[in-house]
């Protein structure tokens, strides 16, 4: 008896083989470029940019309750459908630098004065007066929702 042996089946050929012939990663591809001469007007006048998407009011939001304005010259490129089928559109904003800096100090200041506050055993709450420290709950004499009489409460207190 003789063994026959078989070349393997061209789908089976090709299945083995990688569909990528090089090794690009794919996550850069998916963000939107922005050519080349805007971002370097851009730069040179202390702005920075960003796509934003013409979705619900964010464009209201960022254009006419923040510092960011559309920049011209540049068309709004598709980037996907709504669920009512009308293509959702990305359009090029620019705010300057300057600002975007402040708002980050700003968000982080607010974030440290938390995290100081969480150390003490309070937090900041938003009063009538602007933000006022606040004990956390079940500390100081604040209310607790747990009964007082589970063992939640209790924690690994000896019990007598």
């Known amino acids: 008896m003789t063994e026959e042996t078989q070349r393997p089946g061209r789908k089976d050929e090709v299945a083995k083989r990688r569909r990528r012939?090089?090794?690009?990663?794919?996550?850069p591809s998916l963000k939107l470029?922005?050519?080349?001469?805007?971002?370097k007007k851009m730069a040179e006048q202390g702005r920075s940019v960003r796509w934003v998407n013409?979705?619900?009011?964010?464009?209201?939001?960022l254009t006419k309750l923040d510092d960011w304005d559309k920049v011209s010259g540049?068309?709004?490129?598709p980037v996907g459908t709504a669920e009512d089928g009308k293509?959702?559109?990305?359009?090029?904003?620019?705010k300057p630098t300057e600002f975007i800096h402040e708002d980050r100090k700003a968000n982080e200041d607010r974030r440290k004065k938390v995290e100081a506050g969480m150390v003490k055993g309070k937090q900041l709450v938003a009063g009538p007066d602007g933000?006022?420290?606040?004990?956390?709950?079940?500390t100081k004499g604040?209310?607790?929702?747990?009964?007082?009489a589970s063992s939640i409460g209790r924690g690994n207190q000896i019990l007598d």
Do not use: W
């Open 21 to 27: 012939r090089d090794n690009t990663a794919f996550g």
């Open 33 to 39: 470029a922005v050519p080349e001469e805007i971002a």
């Open 54 to 61: 013409d979705t619900g009011n964010r464009m209201h939001q």
């Open 74 to 77: 540049v068309p709004p490129v």
């Open 87 to 94: 293509p959702i559109l990305s359009h090029l904003c620019s």
């Open 131 to 138: 933000e006022t420290l606040a004990p956390i709950q079940g």
């Open 142 to 148: 604040a209310e607790i929702y747990v009964d007082k």
